[in-house]
């Protein structure tokens, strides 16, 4: 039996269904929670400035920044163009056009916004809507279906994050993916605290997405499905959602995607540390591509960009955001002399919930580290560099203090921070609920120009599944040129222009995900793998686009090898892999091993240069055969803090 149950009290009930008879078919147990939550995220981040005047939804009605629910309507013309309906229930202007919707329903293209605010963020729900009567939603144009949408970056605010009522008719990337989607009868869906930039804490974020779910089906109606979209950090917490709380998003479309923020935090604090070195250290510069991995016709670039956008991620008194951990009131922000109890600005920070924090110093356990990783190792192997030009770096990269601050010693992880990031799926695994959720990542290629979204975390989080379920069936890699860069990329003799050639692509990708998660939910077996990869449909394959004649190679995505996808877009690693780790870059922390000549062949050391490599690791080095410390497999999924 299904139903809606209104008007209970904060608190802990049970519920029982009965027939008219008083035969009683079952009971369920169910908490009410306050709509500002939490739920299971547990204590909830402290300081924390509302923005909901910056988002024109008023003066905050009380300390969990709530605000009382809007509803605005706009109508779209024939470009396009949405336009305010100042009155709804009025005569329709001349230039309204229709929307046909994927159920083959012709309504008057008529979006409704529903603004408010849910586990103190700002949400806006947008819907095909052509009103009849005041104060009642037509459902007609609906399709039963949702798209909600993750937004990009990484970043510690100590704040509700603003989101202004456009956000719905958003474009992204060369395409406007919201009004296309209203258009076909999808609900559309944003919220403040599902933008990494804003909350880089995925349990919040899918404390979140639960409780605007379970709004959606008290106000609209029970979904089919919801389908998550986004790029970059939007892809991490549709990632980390889809592992972490299954249920919540049937299926996902990442672009530019990485697994997590833990492991994305290593390979940009590589980065950085690489950076820094290269510019104290211009006579090494030639040879950056051979540490850092990275491939970049402007050499350094990528290393340089994360250094530059993400680096302070790890930078307790300040974070990657301005003003400091998005804090208007500077006095509240942590500063080691003045203030050392204030808000800490890192990425660990703000999941101090999941990591725990030290009880000496009131920072969370960080799992960030790099004892014994010998940058450069696989390119020394190459003899694309010295022995000489190895040791040098290795002996200068220096590491993190408690702060984030750059200092000589190599940093060290914090043990039950490292044991926690694993257990409780802070790391992405490929475990959880990633391996029963569709999968239909695209990645708009952009690398020779330095773009940070490098196309090997596709392969790595295909590695994670393998490495959890044994198979990645549920999981299919596009690669597309990104539009802005084709003269860097070399792509200037076209067919059709890049950008309307993504904009179908996108189009195409949305309608394919919703063929598959239609027949899967049209089947009442139970979600296992094998159903997911039984309904597949035939054209999600992995596929790359020659857009200088248009045409589509459906090839297996792989790190390197043969093929027309890889010579199209060829994939190059991260620091940590050209220092001989995993595809799957899932070690945080590496297991020592006593050095050993035999590990450099055909490198070979003088005695004077073994002494060195000595000291520079007297610990010993990586032995990436092994699992990292403290690596272990996910404790399970919907876990409570």
């Given at each position: 039996m299904r139903g809606v149950v209104s008007g209970l009290a904060e608190g802990v009930y049970k519920l029982e269904a009965r027939n008219p008879a008083g035969t009683a078919y079952g009971t369920l147990g169910v908490t009410n929670h306050p709509i500002s939550g939490p739920m299971f995220s547990g204590t909830q981040l402290s300081p924390f400035e509302c923005r909901t005047s910056e988002s024109g939804m008023g003066t905050p009605l009380d300390p969990a920044c709530s605000a009382a629910t809007r509803y605005d309507w706009f109508y779209f013309t024939a470009a396009g163009t949405p336009k305010p309906l100042?009155?709804?229930?009025?005569?329709?202007?001349?230039?309204?056009?229709?929307?046909?919707?994927?159920?083959?329903?012709?309504?008057?293209?008529?979006?409704?916004?529903?603004?408010?605010?849910?586990?103190?963020?700002?949400?806006?729900?947008?819907?095909?809507?052509?009103?009849?009567?005041?104060?009642?939603?037509?459902?007609?144009?609906?399709?039963q279906r949702v798209v909600f949408r993750f937004g990009e970056s990484t970043a510690a605010q100590y704040n509700q994050g603003t989101l202004q009522l456009g956000e719905v008719f958003k474009a992204d990337a060369v395409d406007q993916q919201s009004i296309r989607a209203l258009e076909r009868g999808f609900a559309y869906v944003v919220s403040s605290l599902n933008i990494n930039k804003v909350n880089a804490n995925d349990v919040v974020a899918a404390e979140t997405a639960t409780m605007i779910r379970e709004h959606i089906a008290k106000a609209y109606g029970l979904p089919r499905w919801v389908v998550g979209?986004?790029?970059?950090?939007?892809?991490?917490?549709?990632?980390?959602?889809?592992?972490?709380?299954?249920?919540?998003?049937?299926?996902?479309?990442?672009?530019?995607?990485?697994?997590?923020?833990?492991?994305?935090?290593?390979?940009?604090?590589?980065?950085?540390?690489?950076?820094?070195y290269f510019a104290a250290n211009p006579a090494l510069a030639p040879y950056r591509q051979a540490f850092e991995g990275h491939l970049s016709t402007m050499l350094?670039?990528?290393?340089?960009n994360w250094d530059a956008g993400n680096g302070d991620a790890v930078l307790a008194t300040s974070g990657s955001v301005t003003p400091a951990c998005g804090l208007n009131?500077?006095?509240?922000?942590?500063?080691?002399?003045?203030?050392?109890?204030?808000?800490?600005?890192?990425?660990?920070?703000?999941?101090?919930?999941?990591?725990?924090?030290?009880?000496?110093?009131?920072?969370?356990?960080?799992?960030?580290?790099?004892?014994?990783?010998?940058?450069?190792?696989?390119?020394?192997?190459?003899?694309?560099?010295?022995?000489?030009?190895?040791l040098d770096l290795n002996e200068g990269i220096g590491g993190y203090d408690a702060d984030g601050n750059i200092v000589l010693?190599?940093?060290?992880?914090?043990?039950?921070?490292?044991?926690?990031?694993?257990?409780?799926?802070?790391?992405?695994?490929?475990?959880?609920?990633?391996?029963?959720?569709?999968?239909?990542?695209?990645?708009?290629?952009?690398?020779?120009?330095?773009?940070?979204?490098?196309?090997?975390?596709?392969?790595?989080?295909?590695?994670?599944?393998k490495k959890s379920n044994g198979r990645a069936d549920n999981q299919v890699i596009w690669l597309f040129p990104n539009p802005q860069l084709a003269q860097v990329l070399g792509f200037t003799s076209q067919v059709v222009p890049l950008s309307l050639q993504l904009k179908g692509l996108l189009v195409t990708r949305l309608t394919l995900m919703t063929t598959w998660l239609d027949a899967i939910t049209g089947d009442p077996a139970a979600l296992t793998a094998d159903k997911v990869a039984k309904y597949k449909p035939a054209d999600a394959t992995d596929s790359c686009?020659?857009?200088?004649?248009?045409?589509?190679?459906?090839?297996?995505?792989?790190?390197?090898?043969?093929?027309?996808?890889?010579t199209l877009y060829p994939?190059?690693?991260?620091?940590?892999?050209?220092?001989?780790?995993?595809?799957?870059?899932?070690?945080?922390?590496?297991?020592?091993?006593?050095?050993?000549?035999?590990?450099?062949?055909?490198?070979?050391?003088?005695?004077?240069?073994?002494?060195?490599?000595?000291?520079?690791?007297?610990?010993?080095?990586?032995?990436?055969?092994?699992?990292?410390?403290?690596?272990?497999?996910?404790?399970?999924?919907?876990?409570?803090?």
């Open positions: 100042a009155d709804p229930l009025g005569p329709r202007p001349a230039d309204l056009v229709t929307a046909t919707t994927i159920d083959g329903k012709t309504v008057p293209f008529i979006v409704r916004v529903e603004s408010g605010t849910i586990n103190r963020s700002i949400y806006r729900i947008a819907v095909l809507d052509d009103p009849a009567e005041a104060g009642k939603w037509n459902g007609a144009g609906w399709n979209m986004g790029g970059s950090g939007g892809a991490i917490q549709q990632m980390l959602i889809a592992q972490n709380y299954p249920g919540i998003l049937d299926g996902i479309m990442p672009d530019a995607a990485f697994p997590d923020v833990f492991g994305t935090a290593m390979a940009v604090s590589d980065c950085r540390l690489l950076n820094r350094g670039k990528t290393c340089a009131d500077s006095s509240k922000v942590y500063n080691p002399a003045t203030n050392p109890t204030g808000a800490r600005c890192t990425v660990y920070d703000i999941n101090a919930n999941t990591l725990g924090r030290d009880p000496a110093t009131g920072a969370a356990r960080r799992p960030l580290d790099n004892v014994g990783v010998q940058y450069g190792l696989e390119s020394l192997r190459k003899m694309q560099i010295t022995a000489a030009q190895f010693q190599r940093t060290v992880a914090d043990a039950e921070g490292l044991a926690r990031s694993y257990t409780l799926g802070r790391i992405g695994s490929g475990a959880g609920g990633l391996a029963t959720v569709p999968i239909l990542s695209l990645h708009p290629y952009a690398e020779p120009g330095g773009d940070i979204h490098t196309i090997y975390n596709d392969i790595k989080i295909r590695e994670q599944l686009w020659d857009v200088s004649n248009g045409a589509r190679y459906q090839e297996e995505a792989t790190m390197s090898g043969a093929g027309k996808c890889n994939k190059t690693p991260a620091p940590r892999m050209v220092a001989g780790g995993p595809v799957s870059d899932d070690i945080l922390k590496c297991q020592l091993k006593p050095v050993d000549d035999a590990d450099y062949a055909p490198a070979v050391f003088s005695a004077p240069e073994k002494l060195r490599l000595q000291a520079i690791f007297p610990q010993g080095v990586c032995d990436f055969g092994k699992p990292g410390v403290g690596q272990s497999a996910l404790k399970g999924t919907w876990l409570k803090y």
